[in-house]
């Protein structure tokens, strides 16, 4: 089944209005659409109305890092989805590690943003992942399939083509480590085979799967070429324009 390919640049809390709009103007001068790929950018969410007008007609997508569970309300610091809908957004993350960590993000906080995300035609990606103690264990699994099953549980049926998910083992995050190709592999499969047991294998063989965590213009290639990974979520390589169109472009060598 042919899926569609995403790479999602994930500034975190960096890059100022200028650095954001110098790092478009580069990527718009070397990006071209190409069936079957998906590119986009996922800024700090003050910066989200000026990065769309940098974007124009480019093609790039619009995502954003994080949103509330709730549509508005009393909710000091919280950005609503509506409002991400509203500014023109294609996708927001949910339930990066960072947010599960460092937050406490739970697995049903996430659960409801994607649920709601879901209901305003945002597609959500929803990250998954395991520290290092945790694949030393051998708990990996059933944490990842914990952090999936709940999404199925907590969202319609009919939206579920929608979801898109990212595997980022904890440990590989911002160190220069990366999953090995077989190793990541390994896991989306896995993710894949939940997503089978939860829905059928139908949506399981046709929801996109990103792997995240160190992805560099050297590992990007490789990685890419394993059966079941479907494109990548780019933190540090993603600020630097140069690297991240080295990236994009393994999908058309790919
Ligand atoms: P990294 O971050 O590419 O810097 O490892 C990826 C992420 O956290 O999404």
């Not at 709009?21 to 580069?26: A, G, H, Q």
């Not at 991400?84 to 500014?87: G, P, S, V």
């Given at each position: ?15 100022s209005?200028?650095?954001g ?6 990527l ?44 508005s309300g ?9 409002l991400?809908?509203?500014?023109g ?18 697995n049903?906080?996430?659960a409801?943003?994607?649920n ?6 945002i ?29 199925y549980?907590m969202t ?34 896995f993710i894949r ?31 890419l ?8 979520l ?18 058309q060598?790919?």
């Open positions: 089944m042919e899926r569609t390919t995403i790479i999602a640049a994930n500034w975190k809390m960096n890059l209005p200028s650095g709009e110098n790092l478009i103007s580069s718009k001068e070397s990006f071209s659409i190409q069936p079957g790929l998906e590119v986009a950018v996922m800024p700090q969410a003050p910066m989200i109305s000026m990065v769309s007008q940098y974007l124009g007609m480019s093609g790039i997508s619009l995502g954003a890092q994080n949103c509330s569970n709730a549509i009393a909710l000091t610091g919280e950005t609503s989805p509506s991400l809908k509203n500014l957004c294609d996708y927001c993350l949910v339930g990066h590690s960072e947010r599960r960590e460092i937050f406490s993000e739970s049903q906080l996430v409801e943003k994607a709601l995300l879901l209901s305003l035609g597609i959500p990606i929803v990250c998954v992942g395991e520290t290092l103690q945790e694949r030393e264990n051998n708990t990996h699994f059933d944490k990842i399939s914990d952090q999936v099953n709940i999404i549980s319609s049926n009919e939206l579920w083509k929608n979801l898109v998910f990212a595997y980022e083992p904890i440990w590989a995050i911002g160190t220069g480590k990366t999953a090995t190709p077989d190793q990541a592999n390994e896991i989306h499969q085979k939940s997503i089978k047991n939860n829905a059928c294998e139908n949506l399981a063989g046709s929801v996109s799967i990103l792997y995240g965590g160190s992805v560099k213009p050297d590992n990007a290639a490789q990685l070429q394993q059966t079941d990974i479907d494109g990548f780019v933190g540090g390589a993603s600020l630097k324009p140069e690297d991240f169109i080295k990236i994009i472009n393994a999908y060598k790919g």
